[in-house]
Protein backbone atom coordinates (compact mmCIF):
# COMPACT_ATOMS: atom_id res chain seq x y z
CA UNK A 1 0.00 0.00 0.00
CA UNK A 2 2.91 2.38 0.88
CA UNK A 3 4.16 1.67 -2.51
CA UNK A 4 1.31 2.42 -4.14
CA UNK A 5 0.66 5.42 -2.20
CA UNK A 6 3.61 6.89 -2.60
CA UNK A 7 3.22 8.48 -6.65
CA UNK A 8 -0.69 9.30 -5.78
CA UNK A 9 -1.26 12.46 -5.19
CA UNK A 10 -2.15 11.96 -1.07
CA UNK A 11 0.98 12.26 0.68
CA UNK A 12 2.25 9.20 2.12
CA UNK A 13 2.54 11.15 5.61
CA UNK A 14 -1.36 10.25 5.74
CA UNK A 15 -0.40 6.60 6.31
CA UNK A 16 1.08 4.80 9.32
CA UNK A 17 1.94 1.36 9.14
CA UNK A 18 -0.60 0.73 6.67
CA UNK A 19 -3.29 1.74 8.32
CA UNK A 20 -4.93 5.43 6.68
CA UNK A 21 -5.22 7.99 9.27
CA UNK A 22 -8.47 9.25 8.31
CA UNK A 23 -8.50 12.53 9.54
CA UNK A 24 -5.15 13.29 7.59
CA UNK A 25 -6.94 11.55 4.61
CA UNK A 26 -9.76 14.09 4.67
CA UNK A 27 -7.97 17.08 5.18
CA UNK A 28 -5.84 16.49 2.09
CA UNK A 29 -8.67 15.57 -0.37
CA UNK A 30 -10.63 18.67 0.82
CA UNK A 31 -7.23 20.80 0.26
CA UNK A 32 -6.63 19.55 -2.91
CA UNK A 33 -10.60 19.88 -3.89
CA UNK A 34 -10.53 23.79 -2.88
CA UNK A 35 -7.51 23.81 -4.59
CA UNK A 36 -8.17 22.38 -7.85
CA UNK A 37 -12.03 23.12 -7.90
CA UNK A 38 -13.35 25.58 -5.58
CA UNK A 39 -10.98 28.01 -5.29
CA UNK A 40 -11.10 28.52 -9.35
CA UNK A 41 -15.06 28.56 -9.13
CA UNK A 42 -15.35 30.49 -6.12
CA UNK A 43 -13.03 33.50 -7.81
CA UNK A 44 -15.01 33.38 -10.96
CA UNK A 45 -17.95 33.72 -9.08
CA UNK A 46 -17.26 36.48 -7.08
CA UNK A 47 -16.04 38.40 -10.40
CA UNK A 48 -19.42 37.73 -11.74
CA UNK A 49 -21.31 39.44 -8.64
CA UNK A 50 -19.39 41.69 -8.36
CA UNK A 51 -19.71 42.65 -11.92
CA UNK A 52 -23.72 42.26 -11.77
CA UNK A 53 -23.49 44.80 -8.41
CA UNK A 54 -21.41 47.36 -10.27
CA UNK A 55 -24.48 47.66 -12.66
CA UNK A 56 -26.67 47.34 -9.86
CA UNK A 57 -25.36 50.04 -7.97
CA UNK A 58 -24.62 52.19 -11.43
CA UNK A 59 -28.42 51.91 -12.37
CA UNK A 60 -29.99 52.90 -8.40
CA UNK A 61 -28.05 55.42 -8.23
CA UNK A 62 -28.30 56.68 -11.65
CA UNK A 63 -32.03 56.48 -10.63
CA UNK A 64 -32.22 58.04 -7.21
CA UNK A 65 -30.55 61.01 -8.62
CA UNK A 66 -33.01 61.35 -11.35
CA UNK A 67 -36.11 60.99 -8.51
CA UNK A 68 -34.08 63.70 -6.10
CA UNK A 69 -33.92 66.43 -8.97
CA UNK A 70 -37.90 65.69 -9.59
CA UNK A 71 -38.46 66.14 -5.93
CA UNK A 72 -36.19 69.04 -5.75
CA UNK A 73 -37.96 71.09 -8.86
CA UNK A 74 -41.40 69.92 -8.49
CA UNK A 75 -41.78 68.43 -11.74
CA UNK A 76 -45.29 67.02 -11.84
CA UNK A 77 -47.53 65.84 -14.60
CA UNK A 78 -49.66 68.51 -15.17
CA UNK A 79 -46.46 70.50 -16.14
CA UNK A 80 -45.43 68.40 -18.34
CA UNK A 81 -48.87 67.31 -20.02
CA UNK A 82 -51.86 69.12 -20.64
CA UNK A 83 -54.44 69.05 -18.03
CA UNK A 84 -58.02 70.28 -17.32
CA UNK A 85 -60.99 69.56 -15.14
CA UNK A 86 -63.75 67.79 -16.41
CA UNK A 87 -67.36 69.73 -16.87
CA UNK A 88 -70.50 69.91 -18.06
CA UNK A 89 -70.91 71.38 -20.68
CA UNK A 90 -74.07 73.98 -21.36
CA UNK A 91 -75.35 72.45 -24.63
CA UNK A 92 -74.05 68.75 -24.37
CA UNK A 93 -74.71 67.98 -20.98
CA UNK A 94 -73.19 64.87 -19.32
CA UNK A 95 -71.78 63.99 -22.78
CA UNK A 96 -69.04 66.07 -22.37
CA UNK A 97 -67.92 63.31 -20.01
CA UNK A 98 -66.18 60.31 -22.13
CA UNK A 99 -67.75 56.98 -21.06
CA UNK A 100 -65.89 55.11 -18.82
CA UNK A 101 -65.65 51.55 -18.34
CA UNK A 102 -64.73 50.09 -14.73
CA UNK A 103 -63.11 46.43 -14.48
CA UNK A 104 -63.02 44.23 -11.40
CA UNK A 105 -61.78 40.74 -11.86
CA UNK A 106 -62.66 38.37 -8.99
CA UNK A 107 -61.31 35.14 -7.59
CA UNK A 108 -63.39 34.18 -4.22
CA UNK A 109 -62.54 37.30 -2.49
CA UNK A 110 -64.98 37.34 -0.08
CA UNK A 111 -63.68 39.20 2.50
CA UNK A 112 -63.49 42.01 0.18
CA UNK A 113 -65.91 42.17 -2.84
CA UNK A 114 -68.35 44.06 -0.94
CA UNK A 115 -66.04 46.67 -0.15
CA UNK A 116 -64.49 46.99 -3.47
CA UNK A 117 -67.47 46.73 -5.61
CA UNK A 118 -68.69 49.90 -3.04
CA UNK A 119 -65.77 52.20 -3.30
CA UNK A 120 -66.03 51.59 -7.90
CA UNK A 121 -70.03 52.53 -7.24
CA UNK A 122 -68.46 55.20 -5.54
CA UNK A 123 -67.05 57.09 -8.07
CA UNK A 124 -68.34 60.53 -8.82
CA UNK A 125 -68.85 60.63 -12.19
CA UNK A 126 -72.58 60.62 -14.05
CA UNK A 127 -73.85 57.94 -13.87
CA UNK A 128 -74.98 57.49 -17.54
CA UNK A 129 -71.36 57.79 -18.52
CA UNK A 130 -69.81 54.82 -16.56
CA UNK A 131 -70.14 51.66 -16.73
CA UNK A 132 -69.21 49.19 -13.62
CA UNK A 133 -68.43 45.62 -14.90
CA UNK A 134 -67.95 42.82 -12.34
CA UNK A 135 -65.54 40.11 -13.68
CA UNK A 136 -66.38 36.96 -11.38
CA UNK A 137 -64.04 33.81 -11.74
CA UNK A 138 -65.19 32.39 -8.05
CA UNK A 139 -65.36 28.58 -8.17
CA UNK A 140 -67.87 28.65 -4.84
CA UNK A 141 -71.03 29.10 -5.48
CA UNK A 142 -72.05 30.76 -2.68
CA UNK A 143 -69.36 33.08 -3.23
CA UNK A 144 -70.68 33.87 -6.58
CA UNK A 145 -74.31 33.99 -5.45
CA UNK A 146 -73.42 37.08 -2.66
CA UNK A 147 -71.60 38.98 -5.43
CA UNK A 148 -74.27 38.73 -7.58
CA UNK A 149 -76.52 39.62 -4.89
CA UNK A 150 -73.96 42.89 -4.42
CA UNK A 151 -74.26 44.08 -7.32
CA UNK A 152 -78.19 43.82 -7.93
CA UNK A 153 -78.18 45.86 -4.84
CA UNK A 154 -75.76 48.71 -6.19
CA UNK A 155 -78.33 48.37 -9.72
CA UNK A 156 -81.29 49.23 -7.70
CA UNK A 157 -79.51 52.58 -6.58
CA UNK A 158 -79.64 53.53 -10.17
CA UNK A 159 -75.52 52.29 -10.89
CA UNK A 160 -74.92 50.86 -14.33
CA UNK A 161 -73.08 47.63 -13.24
CA UNK A 162 -73.22 44.59 -15.16
CA UNK A 163 -72.02 41.05 -13.68
CA UNK A 164 -70.41 39.16 -15.65
CA UNK A 165 -69.28 35.06 -15.04
CA UNK A 166 -68.00 32.80 -17.88
CA UNK A 167 -68.30 28.96 -18.21
CA UNK A 168 -64.12 28.15 -19.18
CA UNK A 169 -61.44 30.27 -16.87
CA UNK A 170 -58.69 29.94 -18.96
CA UNK A 171 -56.11 32.40 -19.12
CA UNK A 172 -56.89 33.59 -15.29
CA UNK A 173 -57.27 36.98 -14.66
CA UNK A 174 -56.11 38.14 -18.31
CA UNK A 175 -58.76 35.65 -19.81
CA UNK A 176 -61.17 37.33 -17.51
CA UNK A 177 -60.34 40.60 -18.71
CA UNK A 178 -59.95 39.93 -22.23
CA UNK A 179 -63.47 37.96 -21.63
CA UNK A 180 -64.70 41.28 -20.62
CA UNK A 181 -63.94 43.70 -22.99
CA UNK A 182 -65.80 41.56 -25.24
CA UNK A 183 -69.01 42.21 -23.97
CA UNK A 184 -71.36 43.95 -26.85
CA UNK A 185 -71.55 47.49 -24.55
CA UNK A 186 -67.56 48.35 -24.14
CA UNK A 187 -68.32 49.54 -27.48
CA UNK A 188 -69.29 52.56 -26.03
CA UNK A 189 -66.74 53.49 -23.96
CA UNK A 190 -63.74 55.31 -24.46
CA UNK A 191 -61.30 53.87 -21.13
CA UNK A 192 -61.01 51.44 -18.91
CA UNK A 193 -60.28 51.88 -15.65
CA UNK A 194 -59.08 48.32 -13.87
CA UNK A 195 -59.12 47.44 -10.01
CA UNK A 196 -58.24 44.16 -8.17
CA UNK A 197 -60.31 43.00 -5.72
CA UNK A 198 -58.87 44.49 -3.13
CA UNK A 199 -58.30 48.27 -4.15
CA UNK A 200 -60.82 50.75 -2.72
CA UNK A 201 -59.91 54.07 -5.18
CA UNK A 202 -61.58 57.80 -3.75
CA UNK A 203 -64.29 59.54 -5.33
CA UNK A 204 -62.48 61.56 -7.46
CA UNK A 205 -60.27 59.23 -8.90
CA UNK A 206 -61.40 59.39 -12.23
CA UNK A 207 -61.57 62.83 -11.94
CA UNK A 208 -58.19 63.36 -11.55
CA UNK A 209 -56.70 60.82 -13.94
CA UNK A 210 -59.50 60.97 -16.95
CA UNK A 211 -58.06 64.49 -18.27
CA UNK A 212 -54.83 63.74 -18.96
CA UNK A 213 -55.58 61.14 -21.49
CA UNK A 214 -58.57 63.61 -23.53
CA UNK A 215 -56.58 66.09 -23.70
CA UNK A 216 -53.28 64.06 -24.28
CA UNK A 217 -53.82 61.43 -27.24
CA UNK A 218 -50.66 60.31 -27.06
CA UNK A 219 -50.64 58.61 -23.73
CA UNK A 220 -52.35 55.52 -23.63
CA UNK A 221 -51.93 54.57 -19.67
CA UNK A 222 -52.30 56.78 -16.51
CA UNK A 223 -50.83 54.86 -13.62
CA UNK A 224 -51.60 55.82 -10.16
CA UNK A 225 -50.15 54.57 -6.43
CA UNK A 226 -51.21 52.39 -4.14
CA UNK A 227 -51.14 53.25 -0.11
CA UNK A 228 -51.22 50.11 1.54
CA UNK A 229 -53.96 50.00 4.13
CA UNK A 230 -52.65 46.99 6.52
CA UNK A 231 -48.95 48.01 6.24
CA UNK A 232 -48.92 48.19 10.63
CA UNK A 233 -49.76 44.77 11.07
CA UNK A 234 -46.47 43.27 11.08
CA UNK A 235 -42.92 43.58 10.46
CA UNK A 236 -43.63 41.43 7.34
CA UNK A 237 -46.35 44.20 5.92
CA UNK A 238 -44.31 47.35 6.81
CA UNK A 239 -41.09 45.21 4.84
CA UNK A 240 -43.25 44.95 1.93
CA UNK A 241 -44.12 49.05 2.15
CA UNK A 242 -40.74 49.83 2.33
CA UNK A 243 -39.99 48.06 -0.95
CA UNK A 244 -43.29 49.09 -2.70
CA UNK A 245 -42.71 52.64 -2.03
CA UNK A 246 -39.19 52.47 -3.58
CA UNK A 247 -41.03 50.96 -6.61
CA UNK A 248 -43.71 53.23 -6.71
CA UNK A 249 -41.78 56.57 -5.93
CA UNK A 250 -38.19 56.11 -7.84
CA UNK A 251 -39.02 53.24 -10.61
CA UNK A 252 -42.26 54.47 -11.75
CA UNK A 253 -41.28 58.22 -10.87
CA UNK A 254 -37.89 57.81 -13.24
CA UNK A 255 -39.52 55.59 -15.85
CA UNK A 256 -42.93 57.91 -16.41
CA UNK A 257 -40.47 60.85 -16.46
CA UNK A 258 -37.57 60.16 -18.65
CA UNK A 259 -38.70 57.13 -20.63
CA UNK A 260 -42.78 57.75 -20.92
CA UNK A 261 -42.26 53.83 -20.14
CA UNK A 262 -42.81 51.56 -17.20
CA UNK A 263 -44.33 48.27 -15.95
CA UNK A 264 -48.48 48.47 -15.65
CA UNK A 265 -49.11 47.26 -12.41
CA UNK A 266 -52.11 45.70 -13.29
CA UNK A 267 -54.60 47.45 -11.44
CA UNK A 268 -55.32 51.32 -10.29
CA UNK A 269 -54.39 52.56 -13.96
CA UNK A 270 -56.26 53.73 -16.48
CA UNK A 271 -56.09 52.57 -20.27
CA UNK A 272 -56.83 54.13 -23.46
CA UNK A 273 -59.08 51.26 -25.30
CA UNK A 274 -58.07 52.10 -28.30
CA UNK A 275 -54.50 52.09 -27.49
CA UNK A 276 -55.19 48.54 -25.32
CA UNK A 277 -56.61 46.85 -28.46
CA UNK A 278 -53.66 48.22 -30.27
CA UNK A 279 -51.62 46.77 -28.55
CA UNK A 280 -53.00 43.57 -29.15
CA UNK A 281 -55.18 43.43 -26.15
CA UNK A 282 -54.72 40.72 -23.25
CA UNK A 283 -52.84 37.76 -23.43
CA UNK A 284 -52.27 35.01 -21.28
CA UNK A 285 -48.97 33.53 -22.14
CA UNK A 286 -47.36 34.59 -18.63
CA UNK A 287 -48.68 35.42 -15.60
CA UNK A 288 -47.33 39.27 -15.57
CA UNK A 289 -50.11 39.85 -17.84
CA UNK A 290 -50.50 43.79 -17.00
CA UNK A 291 -47.08 43.70 -17.81
CA UNK A 292 -46.80 42.10 -21.10
CA UNK A 293 -49.87 44.68 -21.92
CA UNK A 294 -47.13 46.81 -21.32
CA UNK A 295 -44.39 45.61 -23.45
CA UNK A 296 -46.38 45.34 -26.54
CA UNK A 297 -47.88 48.81 -25.92
CA UNK A 298 -44.35 50.63 -25.23
CA UNK A 299 -43.20 48.73 -28.75
CA UNK A 300 -46.05 51.16 -30.65
CA UNK A 301 -44.61 54.46 -29.49
CA UNK A 302 -47.67 54.86 -26.70
CA UNK A 303 -46.54 56.96 -23.62
CA UNK A 304 -47.24 56.41 -19.97
CA UNK A 305 -48.22 58.24 -17.52
CA UNK A 306 -47.61 57.97 -13.85
CA UNK A 307 -49.24 60.09 -11.45
CA UNK A 308 -48.25 59.45 -7.98
CA UNK A 309 -50.38 61.95 -5.81
CA UNK A 310 -53.33 60.08 -6.95
CA UNK A 311 -53.42 57.46 -4.19
CA UNK A 312 -56.23 54.04 -4.09
CA UNK A 313 -56.17 51.99 -1.38
CA UNK A 314 -55.23 48.31 -1.01
CA UNK A 315 -54.07 45.33 1.33
CA UNK A 316 -50.90 44.26 1.10
CA UNK A 317 -50.56 40.13 1.98
CA UNK A 318 -50.92 39.75 5.41
CA UNK A 319 -49.46 35.80 5.55
CA UNK A 320 -45.79 34.68 4.59
CA UNK A 321 -47.64 32.07 2.18
CA UNK A 322 -49.54 34.13 0.10
CA UNK A 323 -46.68 36.64 -0.01
CA UNK A 324 -44.11 33.84 -0.89
CA UNK A 325 -46.56 33.04 -4.08
CA UNK A 326 -46.89 36.85 -4.87
CA UNK A 327 -43.10 37.13 -5.16
CA UNK A 328 -42.49 34.25 -7.06
CA UNK A 329 -45.32 35.60 -9.87
CA UNK A 330 -43.66 38.94 -9.51
CA UNK A 331 -39.86 37.61 -10.35
CA UNK A 332 -41.27 34.38 -12.30
CA UNK A 333 -42.91 36.02 -14.91
CA UNK A 334 -40.91 39.09 -15.81
CA UNK A 335 -38.26 36.69 -16.68
CA UNK A 336 -40.32 34.92 -18.77
CA UNK A 337 -41.41 37.43 -20.34
CA UNK A 338 -38.34 38.45 -20.80
CA UNK A 339 -37.56 35.19 -22.71
CA UNK A 340 -40.48 36.17 -25.02
CA UNK A 341 -40.20 39.27 -25.61
CA UNK A 342 -36.27 40.18 -26.21
CA UNK A 343 -36.15 39.43 -29.80
CA UNK A 344 -39.29 41.62 -30.30
CA UNK A 345 -37.74 44.67 -28.70
CA UNK A 346 -34.33 44.05 -30.51
CA UNK A 347 -36.79 44.01 -34.12
CA UNK A 348 -39.21 46.88 -33.48
CA UNK A 349 -38.89 49.81 -35.67
CA UNK A 350 -41.52 51.71 -34.33
CA UNK A 351 -39.48 52.86 -30.89
CA UNK A 352 -35.60 54.63 -30.70
CA UNK A 353 -32.77 52.21 -30.04
CA UNK A 354 -32.39 54.57 -26.46
CA UNK A 355 -35.51 52.71 -25.74
CA UNK A 356 -34.42 49.51 -27.02
CA UNK A 357 -31.58 49.85 -24.39
CA UNK A 358 -33.26 50.91 -21.58
CA UNK A 359 -36.11 48.48 -21.79
CA UNK A 360 -33.52 45.36 -22.29
CA UNK A 361 -30.63 45.98 -20.25
CA UNK A 362 -32.18 48.54 -17.71
CA UNK A 363 -35.96 47.39 -17.18
CA UNK A 364 -35.43 43.53 -17.76
CA UNK A 365 -31.83 42.89 -17.17
CA UNK A 366 -30.75 44.91 -14.42
CA UNK A 367 -34.04 45.11 -12.75
CA UNK A 368 -35.89 41.82 -13.07
CA UNK A 369 -32.96 39.67 -13.35
CA UNK A 370 -29.92 40.91 -11.65
CA UNK A 371 -31.27 42.33 -8.65
CA UNK A 372 -32.60 39.29 -7.66
CA UNK A 373 -30.03 36.84 -8.54
CA UNK A 374 -27.01 38.80 -7.00
CA UNK A 375 -28.62 39.52 -3.44
CA UNK A 376 -29.10 35.48 -2.98
CA UNK A 377 -26.27 34.02 -4.95
CA UNK A 378 -23.52 36.77 -3.51
CA UNK A 379 -25.10 37.79 0.16
CA UNK A 380 -26.00 34.15 0.57
CA UNK A 381 -23.90 31.88 -1.08
CA UNK A 382 -20.95 33.15 -2.24
CA UNK A 383 -20.01 35.44 0.40
CA UNK A 384 -20.55 32.86 3.19
CA UNK A 385 -18.13 30.88 0.98
CA UNK A 386 -14.92 32.54 1.29
CA UNK A 387 -15.02 32.10 5.05
CA UNK A 388 -13.94 28.53 4.28
CA UNK A 389 -11.75 28.93 1.41
CA UNK A 390 -9.74 32.22 2.73
CA UNK A 391 -7.66 32.18 -0.61
CA UNK A 392 -10.57 34.23 -2.35
CA UNK A 393 -11.11 37.62 -1.20
CA UNK A 394 -14.05 40.27 -1.18
CA UNK A 395 -13.34 43.49 -1.18
CA UNK A 396 -15.03 45.75 1.17
CA UNK A 397 -16.99 47.76 -1.12
CA UNK A 398 -18.68 44.85 -3.04
CA UNK A 399 -19.88 43.44 0.69
CA UNK A 400 -21.36 46.60 1.94
CA UNK A 401 -22.63 47.24 -1.84
CA UNK A 402 -26.33 46.59 -1.34
CA UNK A 403 -26.71 47.25 2.32
CA UNK A 404 -25.79 51.17 1.24
CA UNK A 405 -28.02 50.70 -1.54
CA UNK A 406 -31.08 49.48 0.78
CA UNK A 407 -30.49 52.32 2.81
CA UNK A 408 -30.73 54.89 0.26
CA UNK A 409 -33.71 53.00 -1.10
CA UNK A 410 -35.21 53.07 2.62
CA UNK A 411 -35.98 57.09 2.06
CA UNK A 412 -38.91 56.64 0.43
CA UNK A 413 -40.18 55.09 4.09
CA UNK A 414 -39.37 57.74 6.76
CA UNK A 415 -41.30 55.93 9.43
CA UNK A 416 -39.98 52.98 9.06
CA UNK A 417 -36.47 53.84 8.64
CA UNK A 418 -35.41 52.26 11.90
CA UNK A 419 -36.40 48.96 10.30
CA UNK A 420 -33.76 49.15 7.79
CA UNK A 421 -31.52 46.45 9.34
CA UNK A 422 -34.54 43.80 9.26
CA UNK A 423 -35.62 45.20 6.26
CA UNK A 424 -32.12 44.24 4.44
CA UNK A 425 -32.30 40.61 6.36
CA UNK A 426 -35.73 40.28 5.38
CA UNK A 427 -34.96 41.12 1.24
CA UNK A 428 -32.02 38.97 1.47
CA UNK A 429 -34.35 35.46 2.65
CA UNK A 430 -36.75 36.28 0.25
CA UNK A 431 -34.05 36.75 -2.93
CA UNK A 432 -34.33 32.78 -1.98
CA UNK A 433 -37.48 32.86 -3.78
CA UNK A 434 -37.37 35.92 -5.96
CA UNK A 435 -34.12 34.35 -7.48
CA UNK A 436 -35.69 30.39 -7.78
CA UNK A 437 -38.52 32.39 -9.77
CA UNK A 438 -36.11 33.88 -11.52
CA UNK A 439 -34.57 30.74 -12.83
CA UNK A 440 -38.10 29.50 -13.53
CA UNK A 441 -38.91 31.84 -15.87
CA UNK A 442 -35.87 32.17 -17.47
CA UNK A 443 -35.91 28.46 -18.39
CA UNK A 444 -39.87 27.95 -18.65
CA UNK A 445 -39.74 24.96 -16.65
CA UNK A 446 -41.86 23.97 -13.51
CA UNK A 447 -44.33 26.57 -11.77
CA UNK A 448 -43.57 28.99 -14.56
CA UNK A 449 -47.01 29.05 -15.50
CA UNK A 450 -48.67 28.99 -11.36
CA UNK A 451 -50.72 31.46 -10.67
CA UNK A 452 -52.21 31.36 -7.24
CA UNK A 453 -54.69 34.60 -5.94
CA UNK A 454 -53.30 36.14 -3.42
CA UNK A 455 -55.24 35.98 -0.06
CA UNK A 456 -57.18 39.30 0.77
CA UNK A 457 -58.37 39.33 4.18
CA UNK A 458 -60.40 42.94 4.47
CA UNK A 459 -58.76 44.44 6.98
CA UNK A 460 -60.25 47.82 5.76
CA UNK A 461 -63.49 46.49 6.47
CA UNK A 462 -62.88 44.99 9.46
CA UNK A 463 -61.56 48.27 11.07
CA UNK A 464 -64.33 50.33 10.19
CA UNK A 465 -66.95 47.78 10.92
CA UNK A 466 -64.80 47.38 14.07
CA UNK A 467 -65.23 43.92 14.37
CA UNK A 468 -62.07 42.05 16.17
CA UNK A 469 -59.05 40.90 14.09
CA UNK A 470 -59.20 37.00 13.35
CA UNK A 471 -57.18 35.41 16.07
CA UNK A 472 -53.81 33.35 14.83
CA UNK A 473 -54.53 29.74 13.70
CA UNK A 474 -53.01 27.54 15.97
CA UNK A 475 -49.44 26.36 14.66
CA UNK A 476 -49.20 23.57 12.72
CA UNK A 477 -45.60 22.33 11.94
CA UNK A 478 -45.65 20.49 9.24
CA UNK A 479 -47.54 23.49 7.15
CA UNK A 480 -45.22 26.31 8.58
CA UNK A 481 -42.19 24.54 8.28
CA UNK A 482 -40.09 26.11 4.96
CA UNK A 483 -37.81 23.54 4.01
CA UNK A 484 -35.31 25.83 1.49
CA UNK A 485 -35.30 28.54 4.05
CA UNK A 486 -33.60 26.53 6.91
CA UNK A 487 -31.26 24.53 5.00
CA UNK A 488 -29.87 28.21 3.73
CA UNK A 489 -30.05 29.11 7.36
CA UNK A 490 -28.40 25.94 8.27
CA UNK A 491 -25.38 26.53 5.83
CA UNK A 492 -25.36 30.92 6.90
CA UNK A 493 -25.27 29.06 10.44
CA UNK A 494 -22.40 26.65 9.85
CA UNK A 495 -20.27 29.36 7.75
CA UNK A 496 -20.77 31.81 10.84
CA UNK A 497 -19.33 28.96 13.57
CA UNK A 498 -15.90 28.24 10.71
CA UNK A 499 -15.30 31.55 10.63
CA UNK A 500 -15.62 32.64 14.83
CA UNK A 501 -13.61 28.86 15.29
CA UNK A 502 -10.70 29.58 12.01
CA UNK A 503 -11.44 32.64 9.95
CA UNK A 504 -10.39 36.26 10.51
CA UNK A 505 -13.02 37.91 8.17
CA UNK A 506 -15.17 39.11 10.61
CA UNK A 507 -17.95 38.11 8.63
CA UNK A 508 -19.70 35.63 11.41
CA UNK A 509 -21.49 38.92 12.73
CA UNK A 510 -23.83 39.10 9.64
CA UNK A 511 -23.73 35.50 8.95
CA UNK A 512 -25.11 34.84 12.72
CA UNK A 513 -27.50 37.53 11.48
CA UNK A 514 -28.89 36.26 8.59
CA UNK A 515 -29.27 32.89 9.27
CA UNK A 516 -31.61 34.05 12.32
CA UNK A 517 -33.50 35.43 9.66
CA UNK A 518 -33.72 32.46 7.62
CA UNK A 519 -34.56 30.11 10.67
CA UNK A 520 -37.34 33.08 11.68
CA UNK A 521 -39.00 32.25 8.23
CA UNK A 522 -38.46 28.54 8.03
CA UNK A 523 -40.00 27.79 11.33
CA UNK A 524 -42.98 30.33 10.30
CA UNK A 525 -42.95 33.31 12.36
CA UNK A 526 -43.56 35.84 10.48
CA UNK A 527 -46.74 37.63 9.17
CA UNK A 528 -48.27 37.40 12.26
CA UNK A 529 -51.14 40.40 12.64
CA UNK A 530 -49.91 42.32 15.53
CA UNK A 531 -52.95 44.38 16.25
CA UNK A 532 -51.88 48.49 17.12
CA UNK A 533 -53.48 50.64 19.76
CA UNK A 534 -54.69 52.99 17.45
Given at each position: MESHSSGALIPPEVFRGGQCDLTGFLGCLWQQAKASLLVPFLKIMVFLCLTMLILLFVERVYMGIVAVLIKIFRWKPEKKYKWKPMKEALQMGNSAFPMVLVQIPMCNEKEVYQLSIGAACGLSWPTDRIIIQVLDDSTDPAIKALKEQECRRWASRGINIKYEIREKRNGYKAGALRDGMKCSYVKLCDYVVIFDADFQPDSDFLHRTIPFLVHNPEIALVQTRWKFVNSDESLMTRMQEMSLNYHFIVEQEVGSYIYAFFGFNGTAGVWRISALNEAG???????????????????????????????????????????????????????????????????????????????????????????????????????????????????????????????????????????????????????????????????????VNEWIVTEKLGRVLQTKSGSKVPKKPRFRMGNRLQVLELFVGFYLFFCGCYDVAFGKSGLFIYLFLQSTAFFVVGFGHVGTFVPTSS
Open positions: GWKDRTTVEDLDLAIRAGLKGLKFLYVGDVEVKSELPSTFKAYQHQQHRWSCGPANLFRKVAMEIVRCKKVSPWRKFYLIYSFFFVQKIVIHIVMFIFYCVVLPATTMIPEVQVPIWGAVCIPVITLLNALGTPRSFHLVIFWILFENVMSLHRTKGTFIGLLEVGR
